[in-house]
């Protein structure tokens, strides 16, 4: 695993670019994507359970998982260590360049806005095509209510692993903690699948869990916060995070998605899943767009939060140690 200096955290100039470069080119070609080597690698080392699966599956899925996570981490960790020897100005350019490619935010709400624009028009084979970009279930039996469920689902948890997440654990650790927790969350993605990858794929899944947990839930937070950049509510964010964010199978999906169906004030539904804010009703083609607003202001929020966090716990203790009659005695 890196050292110390190579976990060091990055500065929020470092989290602007890297945002400021996704906001103005996507994410980078396919052969020079960090993301999609990640992707094939864990595709490689990490084949469908045979028949028979047992302990020697298990074992090569974890070996994949972890091995990945730590050579991820000390190759950007490698990068980040030698910018750190330049001036401010080049490590800032240089972290932002390494995660970039960690982020993917424009990506994915110009594929929502596809399927809105689609479903705007009445196109709802269209519509469902272009779904395929944000989910992997079967299509093919959705409705229009169904596909942009769907969609803003799929904006609200893709903005806590692609977005939140790469932002908060650069700001923790730097480039190296970022690119640890999107190997997981890819490796995740592509044999996280109890019907393909029952042992062989069980440590990624768990490790994009244990290092999903306070993503997701920053998420959440900042989603209700940012309610009114989509005309939402906070307060019903709110109760419908506490409601209903253990509804869904995963441990981390809910809270972001239930967040955003209580802000948009919509029932969200995975037929055969999970329903939140089950007494709303049910979402159109102008609430995808809603959900794209809130996840741009939650987008800020949370570089905000990462920026000036680090500083508030540092300073924590010393305001409270201030507050007047904190350090006198008791009176006899």
């Known amino acids: 695993m890196p050292g110390r200096a190579a976990l060091s955290p990055s500065g929020p100039a470092a989290l602007a670019v890297a945002l400021a470069l996704d906001g103005a080119l996507g994410e980078p070609p396919e052969h020079v994507h960090p993301v999609v080597w990640m992707g094939r690698a864990v595709g490689a080392m990490v084949p469908p359970d045979p028949p ?3 302990a020697s599956t298990l074992l090569r899925g974890t070996a994949a998982a972890l091995a990945g996570a730590g050579l991820s981490a000390v190759a950007a960790g490698a990068v980040a260590a030698g910018a750190r020897r330049g001036p401010a100005a080049l490590r800032s350019a240089v972290e932002g360049l390494e ?7 424009r990506t994915l709400l110009h594929a929502a806005e596809r399927v ?3 479903l705007q028009d009445g196109h709802l084979d269209l519509a469902r095509e272009e779904l395929r970009w944000l989910v992997g279930r079967d299509r093919s039996g959705l409705d229009a209510g169904l596909v942009a469920s769907a969609a803003v689902e799929s904006v609200a948890e893709n903005l806590a692993d692609s977005v939140v997440a790469p932002l908060l654990y650069a700001r923790a650790g730097g480039p190296a903690a970022a690119a640890a927790h999107r190997f997981a969350n890819t490796a995740d993605a592509m044999v996280g699948y109890r019907d393909r990858h029952r042992l062989g794929g069980r440590v990624a899944a768990r490790l994009d869990d244990v290092l999903g947990l306070v993503p997701a839930r920053a ?3 900042a989603v209700c916060l940012a309610a009114p950049a989509g005309g939402g509510s906070m307060r019903g ?3 419908a995070w506490r409601r209903d964010a253990g509804a869904t199978a ?3 999906a809910g809270h972001p998605m239930a967040a955003m ?3 948009l004030g919509v029932r969200l539904e995975k037929p055969g899943a999970h329903v939140l804010n089950a ?3 049910t979402p159109d083609a102008a609430d995808i767009g809603r959900s794209i607003r809130i996840a741009r202001a939650a987008t800020a929020l949370a570089l905000g939060g990462a920026a000036v966090g680090p500083r508030l716990l540092r300073t924590a203790p010393r305001l409270v140690a201030a507050v007047p009659g904190r350090l006198a005695p008791n009176a006899a």
């Open 52 to 54: 028979g699966a047992g």
């Open 99 to 105: 995660l970039w490619p960690l982020l993917a935010l």
């Open 116 to 118: 809105a624009g689609a």
């Open 219 to 221: 998420t959440a937070l």
């Open 237 to 239: 964010g709110l109760q």
């Open 250 to 252: 995963s441990p981390n």
């Open 261 to 263: 169906a209580g802000a």
């Open 279 to 281: 007494s709303a009703r």
